[in-house]
């Protein structure tokens, strides 16, 4: 199993959950530039925004494989959060994000969707997924990524906001048949 970041989106640095942004060209590029070469998928799994969307349907064209669009793959709801940079949150509500940094269990984006929440839907998602028990390539988010490595991992929630998750990184999870062992870090 391998799961994928989406690349640059247009719009700039922004809490993004649902907001719909497309990717850049260079976005685009970090995409196609992950996958050369690395792997070996018989089906493509992804969010239905646009910006994980369109390229696992361009991929899965080029590839001629399945492709299933997941909603439970979705980014967090940031709430009132959505489309607005860090610089202008901490404007206009000072100290929220930093509440939500130190402990996101329990300071989650105002009006948006707890982490809890969102760690249930993803797992059940990739549950689904590694139930097929076919290589898939999972397109998604930072947000889901770093859940499905925690879970994968046997990481503490707390280590979640730790997780680096660059555009476009791609991380390929070995998953033997007597549970997870091994995965290694392909970063572009």
């Known amino acids: ?86 610089e202008e949150i901490m404007e206009s509500s000072p100290g929220t994000l930093d509440h939500f940094y130190r402990d996101p269990w329990r300071n989650g984006p105002p009006g948006g969707e707890s982490l809890e929440h969102m760690r249930a839907r993803v797992l059940d998602a990739w549950d689904d997924v590694c139930a097929r028990g076919r290589p898939a390539l999972v397109i998604g988010h930072g947000g889901p990524i770093r859940v499905i490595l925690c879970h994968h991992f046997g990481w503490a929630r707390e280590k979640l906001l730790c997780i680096d998750v660059s555009h476009a990184a791609l991380y390929r999870l070995d998953l033997p048949a007597a549970g997870f062992r091994a995965a290694s870090a392909l970063m572009p």
Do not use: K, N
Request: charged share 25%.
């Open 1 to 86: 199993m391998s799961v994928l970041r989406h690349g640059e989106v247009a719009g700039g640095p922004r809490y993004r959950g649902r907001t719909d942004d497309p990717l850049t060209a260079r976005g685009w590029e970090q995409m196609w530039a992950a996958v050369d070469g690395a792997g070996e998928w018989e089906c493509v799994v992804a969010s239905p925004l646009s910006r994980c969307a369109h390229f696992a349907r361009a991929f899965a064209e080029r590839h001629r494989l399945p492709l299933h669009v997941d909603a439970r793959l979705q980014e967090i709801d940031f709430g009132v959060w959505e489309g607005r940079s860090a």
